[in-house]
């Protein structure tokens, strides 16, 4: 944890830099508060997005180029309802094709964007689904390959809430913007005029874009009023590459009460946290002592190895520091109940017997050569760099052919630094990493995990997905997705 010197702790000893000139910059200035996204419900009607170009400050009065759905950076936040039919359109309003990736939802192949159905300019996609699973917090992103990374640090995603049949859980915080915070955490690469710089080539394309400014539903340095009782705060990683390892100020305990895809048995404690790219956690905050306080993050490992390159580039910074400020509001309501004992009673994973064992080798760069690709294959861009199981992505070949309603053990293995692995449509349990049994806060169900190790996974395999419309898995690191890393499925 952060250890007190003279004054300082050794997280904000890290800000150095341009960053330590853009985090005074923002300080400097009245405090700018903790952005809400709008709430979309899809039990009000059909949800409509449009994706589009806009302008955006991350810095006050400091304008840069931005893409957003229906807004000027990142997207509304959508609500669902277990056990009822949604339906959702995206207008394409940009200049190239995009896609939309209900990223988290338990849903049909065909009902997803994916990079094998683009939308291009003009046009505009609709899918209907029925949402059939636990409360659980989601998100969607541009999924379009060998865009995806630009697109997303565009700031084209959002946040999407599930709740349970019944509604919200009445023994958890729930007033959305009030004591149930969306928070999206992000990097960005800023110039001088606070203009967003994205790179896809050299350094970013081996450690995934990464910038040393901090931000928080678009904004850095935020504040937030909360009310002094518990806070819920949903968490988003939707950085391209950066892991944040999160830990109060004070060191103040939090409880993990969720996961990607649903709640965890029972409250953990934790005082830090590492979220990698794609992953969800929901996690509660004591506020009752009416004490502010500050949500920090230290370096991410790979941004120190990313920091040894040869001729590394400020926008390769660790973005140590700062995300968020909390303050009491005493005007807000409190919420009136302790936080339960108890969440939610999720079966035990089960291996069934001649369950089927894959390994899935996430391959970086160099280590292509001599696993079937040629080397003037290896190039940046969609089809290139980098590859599973020895293969660059192809979306004409389908990967894995797997029975529909199975269960399977995969065995995940990270090549040259830890990788952020996601599955499409599916939730998975982790049986273990190294000879290690999960921590209790990643014991839940899952769909995004950050791969240091070998991995063994216990995935479920619950969706149809066809040769035409497959479900894709593939490092989360974008821009390695962008270059190859990731394949595809079908369930038959």
């Not at 659980?136 to 999407?160: D, K, N, S």
């Not at 009445?170 to 800023?190: E, T």
């Not at 080798?361 to 089809?383: E, F, K, N, V, Y």
């Not at 630094?417 to 273990?432: N, Y």
Request: charged content about 20%.
């Amino acid at each position: 944890m952060a250890r007190r010197i003279r004054g300082l702790t050794r997280r904000r000893l890290l800000l150095s830099g341009p960053a330590l000139l853009l985090a005074t910059r923002a300080r400097a200035s009245e405090k700018t508060r903790l952005p809400i996204p709008a709430l979309m419900d899809a039990s009000s009607g059909a949800l409509l997005l449009e994706a589009r170009s806009a302008s955006h400050s991350y810095l006050p009065g400091r304008p840069t180029d931005s893409f957003g759905y229906s807004t000027d950076y990142l997207g509304p936040t959508l609500r669902f309802r277990g056990g009822r039919p949604a339906s959702l359109s995206v207008v394409n309003r940009l200049d190239r094709p995009t896609t939309t990736h209900l990223h988290g939802l338990l849903i049909p192949a065909a009902s997803d964007g994916a990079p094998h159905r683009p939308v291009a300019p003009g046009e505009t996609w609709r899918t209907s689904f029925r949402v059939d699973q636990s409360a659980t917090t989601a998100w969607y992103h541009a999924h379009p390959h060998g865009e995806t990374g630009r697109q997303v640090y565009m700031c084209l995603a959002g946040m999407a809430i599930v709740d349970g049949a019944d509604g919200p859980n009445p023994d958890l915080p729930a007033r959305y913007g009030i004591d149930d915070l969306p928070l999206i955490l992000q990097d960005r690469a800023l110039d001088p005029l606070g203009r967003a710089i994205y790179r896809s080539d050299g350094h970013a394309m081996m450690m995934g874009m990464r910038g040393d400014t901090l931000v928080v539903n678009g904004v850095a340095d935020p504040v937030a009023m909360v009310p002094a009782g518990l806070v819920r705060m949903r968490i988003l990683n939707g950085a391209n590459a950066r892991n944040f390892d999160l830990a109060f100020e004070d060191q103040r305990v939090f409880h993990v009460i969720a996961g990607d895809c649903g709640q965890l048995a029972a409250p953990v404690a934790r005082r830090t946290m590492v979220v990698a790219p794609g992953e969800r956690f929901e996690i509660v905050v004591d506020f009752s002592d009416g004490r502010p306080a500050t949500l920090e993050t230290a370096s991410d490992a790979a941004a120190v190895l990313a920091a040894r390159m040869p001729n590394p580039s400020r926008t390769m910074g660790r973005g140590s520091g700062r995300l968020l400020r909390f303050e009491i509001d005493p005007s807000l309501p409190a919420h009136a109940r302790p936080l339960p004992p108890l969440l939610a009673r999720p079966a035990p994973p089960v291996v069934p017997a001649g369950a089927i064992r894959r390994v899935v080798s996430l391959d970086m760069g160099p280590s292509m050569m001599g696993q079937g690709m040629a080397p003037g294959a290896m190039r940046h861009g969609p089809g290139g760099m980098h590859g599973i199981n020895g293969k660059t992505y192809d979306p004409e070949r389908i990967d894995f052919e797997i029975p529909l309603g199975s269960t399977e053990i995969w065995e995940v293995r990270p090549q040259m630094m830890a990788h952020p692995f996601h599955i499409h449509g599916v939730t998975f349990r982790i049986l273990s990493f190294g000879a290690a049994a999960p921590p209790e806060h990643l014991a839940g169900d899952k769909d995004t995990v950050l791969v240091d190790r070998p991995f063994e996974l216990l995935v479920r395999f619950g969706q149809p997905a066809t040769k035409e419309a497959p479900f894709m898995f593939h490092c989360h690191v974008l821009e390695h997705e962008d270059a190859g890393m990731m394949a595809q499925f079908r369930t038959s």
